[in-house]
């Protein structure tokens, strides 16, 4: 099987940036914040050769699934069959409100 590309969303890497502001705020380490978005984006690595590692989320939306990509972190994603695409929508931190943030219909461009 042909591996999928892996492509970020604007609003998944407008919320990775989010993610790294709010962990360098709380620990003053930014070797420690770097690190924790790098071993997410290595935990979502992985969907380029297992696209449907994760399980659906249909409740948050249609083929979206949830990846857990570390310790409080989560991604969402679609996978594009066709296209040959995993698509990043959103990752989320901590006590983030992915429920409430999707429902609203936020861009996931």
Avoid: C, W
Avoid at 47 to 63: I, K, S, T, V, Y
């Amino acid at each position: 099987m042909t591996p999928f590309e892996v492509r970020e969303s604007l609003a998944y890497l407008r919320d990775l940036e989010r993610i790294e502001t709010h962990l360098l705020h709380m620990s003053g380490n930014p070797s420690g914040a770097e690190r924790r978005i790098s071993e997410m984006r290595a935990a979502t690595g992985r969907l380029a050769e297992f696209p449907r590692l994760a399980p659906e989320r249909p409740d948050l939306g249609d083929g979206i699934r949830m990846l857990t990509t570390g310790e409080k972190s989560v991604a969402l994603y679609v996978v594009q069959d066709v296209a040959g695409i995993v698509l990043m929508l959103r990752a989320f931190y901590g006590g983030d409100d992915y429920d409430a943030l999707m429902r609203a219909g936020n861009d996931n461009t």
